[in-house]
C-alpha cells in the first residue's frame, strides 16, 4: 500500500513578548518575560527576520538556501535547530 | 551594629531612615519579581508604562528625543525617595542589570510622573550590553546615547 508521508506543517512565529533590534548585521533579543538578551548569528537573523510572519520549516529553509550554500538536509537541520532553540527561550509563538 | 553603619545612619534623618528601608524592601522585592514573572509586569506593578517605541501613539504619546534629560523639580517626597534609591543602588550587590534594577526603583519613586521603562542595548567590545532608562515630563533619565532601544517590531 502506498502511504504518502509529509513533513508535518510547523508554523511558528516571532513571540509577543519580545523586544528586538538589528545591530550591524546580528539581531538582539531580549526575552521579556526573563528579562535575558540573546545574540543571533547571521543565518539565526536571517531567519528571525522572516519569522516576522508565520512560517513552516519548508519555507524557512528555502530562505536559507536562498542566501547561504547549504544542502536541503544541512539547511534543515539548522532550521529545526534553530527553532528548537527559540523555542527553549521561550521567543516563539505557534501560529 | 557596626561603626560604620553606626555613622551611616547618623548622616541621615528619620525620614530618610524610613525611606531607604523602603527602598531595601522594594529592592529585594524586584529582584524577586524579576526571577519570577515578565519584565512588563514587574514594571506595571511599580507603576511605570513599559515603552515600546514600535508601539507609541504619537496622539497621545508625544515622542520624547533621545537623550533630553528630564529636568524636574521633584516634591519633597520623590528628593527622599531617590536619595534612598540612590543610597541603596550604590551598594547593591553584582554588577549585572543593576540599570534596570534602578530604572525600575527610580520609576516607581516618580510613579506620579507617568514614567516609562525604556530597555535598550549593543555591542561593546563584541559584547551585548544591555541598559535600561526612564522618560517621564519630555526627558529621559539614564539615557545611553551609544546604545538602542529595543522594540517589538525590531524597528
Known sequence: MNQSVSRPRVIARQGDDVLWRQLDDRVLV??????????LNRSGTLLWRALREPRTVDELVDHLRRSYDVSHEDATTDVEGFLADLREHGLLEAA | MTSALRAFSRRMTGQDLRATGRAVLLAVAVELALRMVSLDRVAH????????????????????????????????RERVACRAVARVMRRWPGDRGTC????????HALRTRN??????????????????????????????????????DGR
Open chain 2, 45 to 76: 506593578r511599580l507603576g511605570l508604562g513599559f515603552a515600546d517605541g514600535s508601539r507609541v501613539d504619537p496622539r497621545t504619546e508625544p515622542a520624547v528625543p533621545p537623550g533630553a534629560v528630564a529636568r524636574v523639580a521633584l516634591d519633597p
Open chain 2, 100 to 107: 534596570l534594577r534602578e530604572a525600575l526603583l527610580y520609576g
Open chain 1, 30 to 39: 531580549l526575552d521579556v518575560s526573563r528579562s535575558r538578551y540573546l545574540r
Open chain 2, 115 to 152: 514614567p516609562r521603562l525604556h530597555v535598550g542595548a549593543g555591542t561593546i567590545d563584541d559584547r551585548v550590553v544591555g541598559h535600561a532608562w526612564l522618560s517621564f515630563d519630555g526627558g529621559t533619565l539614564g539615557y545611553r546615547r551609544e546604545l538602542v532601544e529595543l522594540t517589538s
